[in-house]
């Protein structure tokens, strides 16, 4: 079983469209963080969320910690094909542990 | 800074063969991490270390081995490869934000090793 829990898998959108991608999980986590990774890289953190209900912008892209600290979601607003990519979440678990989603693989068309 | 580097990167292998990923970091982090990453899946924990001298399981360690006898390198073993131990290998390390000061730490990852096993 999954701990954490993303959706959509995948997403194929036009340029100038909005998008939101969930992580979800039954467990309560002190921290999460979004990490984009492309084609033959590694991962790349865009944020970390701590509190529950905290909100955090990076540009275009909005991100949310639930109030319970069980779920976040990312939300991309007229997205790029720049944006194209793997979007993983990730929760730390006592204090040195990582595990991730499954990720939600992102395509944006010109 | 060169940050975390992984050799080799693309490696064949054939069954029962054993081989060493390597993993080095130049940022003086304490804590290292060794991922694996089926095509189109999230990363799952192989090992981890906290410290040179110190190593701990992380979900899918059967298979593997490591040692972290300095704080820049923490190799990965395979001893018997099988073919589902065919997947791309990353490493990462974990240290304060270079760009910010952030209150949770951050990883760094290499650019991984793509490993066939046939």
């Known amino acids: 079983t999954q701990l954490l829990e993303q959706s959509p898998q995948f997403l194929s959108i036009q340029e100038g469209e909005n998008l939101t991608v969930y992580c979800n999980s039954s467990?309560?986590?002190?921290?999460l963080q979004w990490y984009r990774q492309e084609p033959g890289e590694g991962p790349v953190l865009l944020v970390t969320?701590?509190?529950?209900?905290e909100v955090k912008k990076l540009k275009r892209l909005t991100f949310q910690f639930g109030d319970a600290r069980k779920d976040s979601s990312l939300h991309i607003t007229a997205a790029q094909p720049g944006d194209t990519g793997l979007y993983l979440c990730?929760?730390?678990?006592?204090?040195?542990?990582?595990?991730f989603g499954s990720g939600t693989k992102l395509n944006v068309k010109p | 800074n060169a940050g975390v580097t992984q050799t080799p990167k693309f490696r064949i292998l054939k069954i029962g063969q054993s081989m060493t990923l390597q993993c080095t970091q130049d940022?003086?982090?304490?804590?290292m991490y060794w991922y694996r990453q089926d095509p189109g899946m999230g990363l799952k924990l192989i090992y981890y270390?906290?410290?040179?001298?110190?190593?701990d399981k992380g979900e899918v360690p059967n298979g593997y081995n490591v040692s972290r006898s300095t704080t820049e390198d923490f190799p990965l073993r395979l001893e018997l490869a099988a073919p589902s131990q065919t997947s791309v290998y990353f490493c990462?390390?974990?240290?304060?934000?270079?760009?910010?000061?952030?209150?949770?730490?951050?990883?760094?990852f290499g650019p991984g090793t793509r490993l066939t096993v046939l």
């Open positions: 940022m003086n982090h304490n804590y």
């Open positions: 467990s309560v986590f002190s921290s």
């Open positions: 990730a929760a730390i678990y006592n204090f040195n542990k990582f595990y």
């Open positions: 969320v701590v509190t529950g209900g």
């Open positions: 270390s906290v410290g040179a001298g110190i190593t």
């Open positions: 990462a390390s974990r240290g304060r934000d270079r760009a910010i000061s952030l209150s949770t730490d951050t990883q760094y």
